[in-house]
């Protein structure tokens, strides 16, 4: 069963691999939109476990990165599409 998850991260090495932390987040299947510079909120059939399984094959030992499932309790700032895509596809 999908569920929904925020993934935000840091990449502090030099030579950050954004097209390689992006690949992987593809890589997940499901839905997903990049809200911030660095966070994606995504809805996949992986385990948060999973998920990092994947990323840390594209990080740095350096960088940083954090997955959380979503609760339907939330408010933000974002554009009209952010959040049409948000209630569509992630918070069903």
């Known amino acids: 069963m999908s ?45 948060p476990q999973e998920m990092s399984d994947r990323l840390s094959k594209a990080c740095d030992k350096n960088d940083s990165y954090l997955i959380i499932e979503i609760a339907k309790n939330y408010q933000g700032h974002l554009t009209h599409d952010q959040w049409e895509f948000i209630k569509e596809n992630i918070l069903y």
């Open 3 to 47: 569920k929904p998850y925020i993934l935000s991260y840091d990449l502090n090495s030099p030579g950050q691999k954004y097209d390689d932390v992006k690949k992987v987040i593809d890589s997940f299947g499901g839905s997903y939109i990049k809200i911030l510079e660095s966070t994606w909120m995504l809805r996949n059939n992986l385990s």
